[in-house]
């Protein structure tokens, strides 16, 4: 009977011990740094994906590198604007941290935004990023500025 209970007691105890480790590697991993966090500012309206930014100061926030790079875009308050979730993603080892646009039906869009920090260019919209980077940098680009670590 006391044997039966100190198994209970231990067991009990290895239980707490593993959801406490759990715990402990899931706040470690949320308080981890971003892949990428920069700011930009828009002149004028842009479309990226489904929503219309207006003209004003973003921030832009890449958790992670695993596929699909996911984004949050927020207002210069904090305030989350947008997820963004790129289609594909293009190599890119040269020049800066930017955002590609394109104008379509009389409206700018953001097709890809080109990461020299971690060498990629995320695709939004494949039908107006055909060309290659170096050509789609000859359209439009707003600078994106890349905290660092």
């Known amino acids: ?15 707490a011990l593993l959801a406490s480790l759990s715990l402990v590697r899931s ?3 949320q308080a981890q740094y971003p892949a990428f966090f920069g700011t930009f500012t828009l002149p004028y309206q842009v479309r990226w994906g489904g929503s219309v930014l207006r003209p004003g100061k973003y921030s832009v926030t890449i958790k992670s590198t695993g596929s699909p790079m996911i984004g949050i875009v927020r207002t210069a308050d904090g305030n989350a604007v947008t997820y963004v979730v ?13 955002l590609l ?3 379509n039906k009389g409206q700018f869009v953001v097709h890809s935004l080109a990461l ?4 990629v260019v995320l695709i939004y919209d ?4 055909k060309e290659p980077v170096q ?6 680009s707003l600078p994106i500025l890349s905290a660092k670590k």
Not at 126 to 129: D, E, F, G, I
Not at 135 to 140: L, N, P, S
């Open 1 to 15: 009977m006391q044997r039966t209970r100190n198994l209970t007691v231990t067991a009990m105890f290895l239980a």
């Open 27 to 29: 706040a470690r991993a």
């Open 86 to 98: 790129n289609c594909s993603v293009s190599t890119h080892s040269k020049g800066e941290n930017a």
């Open 101 to 103: 646009l394109r104008e």
């Open 116 to 119: 020299a920090d971690l060498g």
């Open 126 to 129: 494949p039908s107006l990023a």
């Open 135 to 140: 050509e789609a940098r000859q359209g439009r």
